[in-house]
């Protein structure tokens, strides 16, 4: 589940997805978010895009009523994954970030990842992972060496869904994405701009940015028998 909300201050939106648990990411701007009674306010502190501050959300249980209002102009970011379960609701705050980074300058493959749904809560979240990925430098390579989650194949591959929303800096930035379906055979190139959004179910799924641009994109895994 993917859903982009644009409000403008004093906005509100209200949802309920049954049967999925989701997490409220602000991109941009500050909302004040109320789950089911719970409170939580002043969510995200970011300006002007995805680079201009720290990410935060807020963990929604499966089929929970969410209800956001923008405490400033915003675009928020509602990833899901299905799960049966109920758990309870929480706010994952700046510090609360884990920050992991992998790759290297001299390969072009420098990136860093702020997990805010990762292993970290994983007592607390059922099949959901939520992360943002952003290059390091301009130009390069992501989700390098090529990997995939198709199969379970515990602990080498897990079963999971991805999904990515992108953005670049400048924001007339552009990559591609790459995905193998099958061993040995030729793969798709999909042209990636500011926004686009991409749904991968299996494969080897590396990605790339043009030289001269930094490229960002929030990913949402969704494991379909585990997390």
Known sequence: ??????????????????????????????????????????????????WDGEPEGVYVPSGAKAHLV?????????????????????????????????GSDDTKTH?????????????????????????????????FPPHKHDPDRLPDESRHDETYNFRFKPNHGF???LVQREDGKVGDAYHIVDGSTIVLEKGYHPCVVAPGYEMYYFTILGGLSQR
């Open 1 to 50: 589940y993917f859903n982009i909300v644009k409000l403008t201050a004093g906005q509100a939106f209200e949802y309920q997805v049954p049967g999925y648990e989701t997490c409220i990411v602000p991109a941009t701007g500050t909302v004040d978010v109320t789950v089911e009674g719970e409170a939580y306010g002043g969510i995200g502190n970011r300006g002007a895009d995805v």
């Open 70 to 102: 923008a405490i400033s102009d915003t675009e928020v970011f509602i990833a899901g994954a299905k799960f049966d379960g109920v758990l309870a609701p929480f706010a994952v705050r700046a510090d609360d970030i884990d920050l992991v980074q992998y």
């Open 111 to 143: 990136r860093k990842i702020k997990h805010i749904l990762g292993t970290k809560y994983h007592d607390k979240v059922g099949r959901l992972l939520v992360s943002e990925l952003f290059t390091v430098g301009q130009g390069g390579w992501s989700g």
């Open 175 to 177: 990559g591609m994405q």
